[in-house]
C-alpha cells in the first residue's frame, strides 16, 4: 500500500487543543487533526500498528464521532499517527484539563447551597455524594453526543442509499440493492464485520453475528464481470469497504475489508443446489470458497477460505435486506 504523506503543521495551520473549553471542542479538533491529516480510519491504525501501538479504527471512530471519551493511551496513538506526535503531552495535558474542568463545574452545581432543613441535609449526604459523581458522567456524555459524526457517505443506513442491482448472469438471478448473506448452518446470523476470537489479528475480518446487530452496515453485490463479484460493506463510520480474501501472511484465510475496493477480491457465486434455490457458494479463484470456521453456528466465528466443498458452513442465504 503507497505510503500518504502528513502536512507538516505549518502547511495545515496548528491547532490548539490547550485552547478548549470542554469535552465536545476537543473531540472537534481531534476530527479536524484526521481530517488534516488525510488519512483514512485504516490507515491510522496501521500506522499505529507499525509504531507497536494497537489504535483499533472501530474503537477510533467511536471516539470521533462523540459515543466514547479516549483513553490515554489511545489519544497518545492517534495523535502520533496523525503526524503531531511531538505536542502528544500538550494533547494529553488539555484533554485531563477540559475533563477535569467539566467535572468541576458538575461539582458545584451539585453542591450549590439549596433552602432545605438540617434534618434533609443529614440524611441525604450520602445520596448526593453519589449525585456528584453521576452528574460529572453525564455531563461529559450529553456533551460528547452533541458532536456530528464525519467521513460518513451520503445517507445513514442501507435503506437510504442508492445502488447498482446485481444483473443475472447465466440464469443466476441474485437479489438487487441491499442484501444479507447468512450461513444455512447458522441462518438467525448474517456476514459482517467483527474481530477474530483468538486475537491473532487485529483489524476487522469478516464473522458471522446475529442479522439485528448487522446495521448500519449494508452489504452490496458489485458485478465485475464473467460471473463475478466483489463484496462492498457500507458503514457510516468506515465508509465502503471490499472483502479481500487473504492468501498469505497473519491474515491467511480471513475476509479483510479494504478501503481501496481494487484490493478487493471477486468472488464466483454460484448455485448449491437448484437455480433459484437462494442458497450459493461463494469461490475465488485459485483460493477456494468461503466458509464459516468449522461449520460453527455460533455468534462470532470467522469467515475462512478452504477446498471448496459445497456444503455445510459454506453454503449461504443470500437474499434481500429490504
Known amino acids: 500500500m503507497a505510503s500518504t504523506r502528513i502536512p507538516d503543521v505549518e502547511s495545515r495551520g496548528e491547532l490548539s487543543p490547550q485552547d478548549t473549553r470542554n469535552a465536545a471542542e476537543f473531540v472537534e479538533l481531534l476530527r479536524r487533526l484526521k481530517d488534516q491529516s488525510g488519512l483514512t480510519y485504516r490507515q491510522i ?17 467511536d471516539v470521533l464521532g462523540g459515543r466514547t471519551a479516549p483513553r490515554q493511551e489511545l489519544l ?32 458545584q452545581a451539585e453542591l450549590a447551597p439549596r433552602p ?10 450520602g445520596m448526593r455524594i453519589l449525585l456528584l459523581s453521576a452528574a460529572a458522567c453525564l455531563a461529559l456524555t ?4 452533541t458532536l456530528t459524526s464525519f467521513d460518513k457517505p451520503a445517507g445513514n443506513s442501507a435503506a437510504g442509499r442508492s445502488t447498482k442491482p446485481a444483473p443475472v448472469d447465466d440464469g443466476l438471478t441474485l437479489p438487487s ?49 464473467k460471473e463475478t463479484y466483489r463484496i462492498q460493506w457500507h458503514h457510516p463510520d468506515y465508509g465502503k469497504g471490499c472483502l479481500k480474501a487473504w492468501a498469505r501472511g497473519e491474515a491467511a484465510g480471513l475476509l479483510e475489508p479494504m478501503d481501496d475496493c ?20 461463494l469461490r475465488v479463484a485459485g483460493q477456494g470458497c468461503v466458509g464459516i470456521r468449522g461449520s460453527g453456528a455460533s455468534e462470532g466465528i470467522e469467515a475462512v477460505m ?17
Open 142 to 145: 450529553a456533551l460528547a453526543w
Open 45 to 61: 491504525e496501521e500506522r499505529a500498528a507499525a509504531s507497536g501501538e494497537v489504535l483499533a479504527r472501530s474503537t477510533l471512530a
Open 306 to 322: 478452504g477446498r471448496c466443498l459445497g456444503k455445510d458452513g459454506q453454503v449461504f442465504f443470500i437474499e434481500s435486506a429490504s
Open 76 to 107: 497518545s496513538a492517534f495523535v502520533r499517527a496523525c503526524g503531531d506526535g511531538e505536542r502528544a503531552t500538550l494533547w494529553l495535558h488539555a484533554w485531563n484539563r477540559v475533563t477535569g474542568n467539566q467535572a468541576a463545574e458538575a461539582a
Open 177 to 225: 440493492g441491499w442484501i444479507r448473506i447468512r450461513p444455512t448452518t447458522a441462518p438467525d446470523l448474517c456476514l459482517t464485520d467483527g474481530r477474530v476470537q483468538d486475537r491473532r489479528y487485529t483489524p476487522l475480518v469478516a464473522v458471522q453475528r446475529p442479522c439485528d446487530e448487522v446495521a448500519p452496515q449494508g452489504t452490496v453485490l458489485e458485478p465485475m464481470g
Open 262 to 281: 481494487d484490493e478487493g477480491s471477486r468472488f464466483h457465486i454460484e448455485p448449491s443446489g437448484t437455480y433459484g434455490g437462494g442458497t450459493y457458494v
Open 116 to 125: 432545605v432543613s438540617p434534618p434533609l441535609v443529614d440524611r441525604r449526604r
